[in-house]
């Protein structure tokens, strides 16, 4: 009999499609990315002068994940207390494919349903050449960058080579969310934590990401390194609603075979 195989991991489908998985879980490991990097830069900056107003770089911000990143941090932008931790007047910097200012502005009313100018401070560039900059003095160096510039089945980019890591600043928090297409960041290891010397070039310490906060002098590290994070496994963290996304593709899919079945079945008989 004919059977038919649906793998939901490389689907190539619209976002809005109720069978696309993987959308919903590039949803919760956006905002989950974010949390854990806000965690993560509040410890290190409690450790260290000058980490606090550190800038929040979101590479791939229109894609799936990058967008529910940059939407947790509005969330906890309004949840926290006046002059608390975030203050975003001084830290969003949204890398984006377009290469014009008109196209950044029309893409991000449409992404997010605002006008970029509501968004006291957020600042938009085109990706290439925000990276072109990070080896010239003029510009800050970012305390957390979340890339997520991905597209499913095809090699991820490395945007951050060797080279450019080496002109951040110690106590920088990357998070690569790219890493099932390849990564976006040198050195990034799939479910890895990875301590990088920007001044020796070196690679200090590679540690599992899920014993990663049982380090005891993590923090102590970052004093002289940058941190890149691989968390391939972010929805395990919420089960229910991972459970929950993909139940609902699942049932999409069994509920369209079952369709094409019976419409082939009466086809057959007529």
């Known amino acids: 009999k004919e059977c038919r195989s649906i793998d939901l991991s490389i689907l190539k489908l619209p976002p809005d499609h109720p069978g696309n998985a993987i959308v919903s879980m590039s949803r919760l490991a956006g905002k989950l990315a974010m949390d854990e990097a806000l965690q993560l830069q509040a410890t290190v900056a409690s450790s260290f002068a000058g980490r606090r107003n550190s800038p929040i770089v979101v590479l791939g911000a229109f894609g799936v994940a990058g967008k529910s990143a940059v939407q947790r ?12 931790q975030i203050d975003l007047a001084r830290q969003l910097h949204l890398l984006v494919r377009e290469q014009t200012e008109e196209h950044r502005d029309a893409r991000f009313k449409e992404v997010f349903g605002l006008s970029v100018m509501d968004v006291s401070g957020c600042q938009m560039f085109q990706t290439d050449r925000y990276i072109e900059l990070l080896t010239s003095e003029a510009i800050s160096k970012p305390g957390i960058w979340i890339s997520s510039a991905r597209i499913p089945g095809k090699q991820g980019e490395k945007f951050i080579t060797e080279q450019i890591l080496k002109c951040f600043n110690p106590g920088t928090i990357m998070l690569d969310l790219a890493m099932v297409e390849g990564g976006n960041v040198a050195y990034s290891k799939g479910d890895r934590t990875v301590f990088f010397n920007a001044r020796t070039g070196l690679v200090e310490q590679t540690l599992e990401s899920d014993g990663f906060f049982k380090s005891e002098n993590w923090v102590e590290k970052m004093e002289e ?21 993909v139940s609902s593709a699942t049932r999409y899919w069994i509920s369209d075979c079952v369709a094409s079945a019976e419409s082939t079945a009466v086809g057959a008989e007529e």
């Open 73 to 84: 941090l509005f969330e906890s932008i309004e949840k926290q207390p006046k002059g608390g």
């Open 225 to 245: 390194c940058l941190l890149i994070r691989s968390v391939t496994g972010y929805p395990k963290r919420v089960p229910k609603e991972a459970s929950e996304a």
